[in-house]
């Protein structure tokens, strides 16, 4: 399934000093896959648009932190 | 010319006294990628770049001036009513024995606004990259920022601005694409 947060396993040494963090993510952004935008993409009703920060759904993309999303740590 | 609606571009609440998050905030106000940075290298580049895309900075520095007041509201909020003993806490000693609770255009490690963190070649591709990677940057800078922030409703305001990065990011993106005329010719390089 097509997702805007990746992953990869970094090399973990025994000799690291600190608990290691197994999988490292990065985030890449909507705007990276769209291109030249096409007409006619589906907009969110302008109220909700205004708050969430964009008109058009393809480029949603809300990021929120491992605090609030209870550990997960993706991001996502 | 502009005119001003006084009003923020998106609600700004804060919902926590904690004045470190204002340390955070203020790479955003007068850091190399803030929205400082970000207005003025949009609004000083639109002149010398094709007519096409002139608008696009235009509206987009013009948005970024939005952003720089409401990342100045939240720092306000964040401080105006902490004691120097929760400022020194925060680390915050260093600016307030400078500035007391008065925002200032400097980073998160204390240095001050320079015109170096903005560039304006007169090319149009170079300027036009500068400004997408600028956006990506802040973008960047924004999830680092929410990462380190545990109040939901400040981390609500980031979101928005970090959204409008994205569209910021994929407007720019366009502009390089207009100008490459090259655009419906169904060509495959």
Redesign the interface.
Known sequence: MFTTRKQYEPYISPFDPCPPIRVKTYVTAPNLYVGFQPPNLPQFPLREALMKGTLWQVFYDPYYSPYETKGKGDGS | MWIYEKKLQ?PVRVSTCNPRLAKYLIEQYGGADGELAAALRYLNQRYTLPPKVIGLLNDIGTEELAHLEMIATMVYKLTKDATPEQLKEAGLEPHYVDHERALFYHNAAGNPFTATYIQAKGDPITDLYEDIAAE?KA??T??WI?????D?DL?DGL??????E??H??RF??AV?ILKEE?GQKKIF
């Open positions: 998106y990506e973008r960047a924004y999830q929410i990462n380190m922030s545990d939901p981390n979101r928005f601005l970090r959204e409008r994205i569209i990011a994929q993106r366009e694409e655009r």
